[in-house]
């Protein structure tokens, strides 16, 4: 197959890496939230441009750091490296304010400064599975992302 | 903010575009497949080339062709005509053969050829929201991917 690459640019970036997360969407591109503030959850797309190196885009299987001696590949879970370091986030909104580009969030796992590329409201319709199966390392793991803040803290 | 060009490229493409749909990966990354076959539904991350275009790209408004007399932020809804042309979908997954990098799945939106980015397990603990709120128009609709065929096939 012909490689062929992609124009993807950010269109805003983290300013804010603890509570309320806070993220600056480029002026140019403010508009685009108009009404997402009627929704309750956004799938924030990120760049891991830490990992944008040609060591981690070129892993292609790891050592999953929660189930003990499992290798899996990189597309069978979410770590950062892959060959696409794409990452997306569901996260709570706590506010949005369409002038000035700012998107308050409840929690997103992205450190400071990290290109944002996307970003795309949580639909029932299109994102909630009823029926979910998953790999056996994930049995005694929560089955909503409400309870995954206690989770991990017991477990830390 | 400096516009920064991130380097992007397709892992795969789509080569089957009706039941059972398919995924062709480049052997270059058959690899990163392993154990993608223990989950029952995967995120495939693809880019609508259709909509790779600067008028598409510049596009920050729309009206919603599900709601009257609504225009929305392109970061409100899921059209495909945004300033990164990044789709993902749900799909319940039918099939993996790892060796030939071949994907089968029960569905998803993207036409014969679409460029694949990326693929993530679907993960009740990042993926599965309890509470959930969306905009007003939404409010007939199925609370679950499970009930979207039939609701759509009533409402065409």
């Not at 012909?2 to 124009?7: F, N, P, S």
């Not at 603890?18 to 760049?47: A, N």
């Not at 997306?88 to 997103?108: F, H, K, R, S, W």
Request: hydrophobic fraction near 40%.
């Amino acid at each position: 197959m012909e490689i062929k690459e992609l124009k993807l640019f950010p269109i805003g970036k983290v300013v804010n890496a603890s509570y309320p997360f806070q993220i600056k969407i480029d002026d140019t591109f403010c508009q685009g939230l108009k009404h997402l503030e009627l929704f309750s959850h956004v799938h924030i797309f990120w760049w891991a441009d830490k990992h944008d190196n040609e060591k981690d885009r070129s892993t292609l299987v790891t050592d999953l750091p929660y189930a003990n001696n499992v290798t899996a590949g990189v597309f069978a879970c979410r770590a950062p490296y892959r060959p696409n370091p794409i990452a997306v986030t569901t996260c709570p909104i706590v506010n949005i304010d369409q002038n000035n580009g700012m998107i308050e969030l409840a929690y997103i796992d992205a450190e400071l400064n990290t290109p944002v590329l996307d970003i795309k409201p949580y639909i029932p319709v299109s994102d909630r599975i009823k029926e979910v199966k998953t790999a056996y390392w994930f049995d005694n793991w929560p089955e909503w992302m409400e309870d995954a803040a206690s989770f991990f803290t017991e477990h830390e």
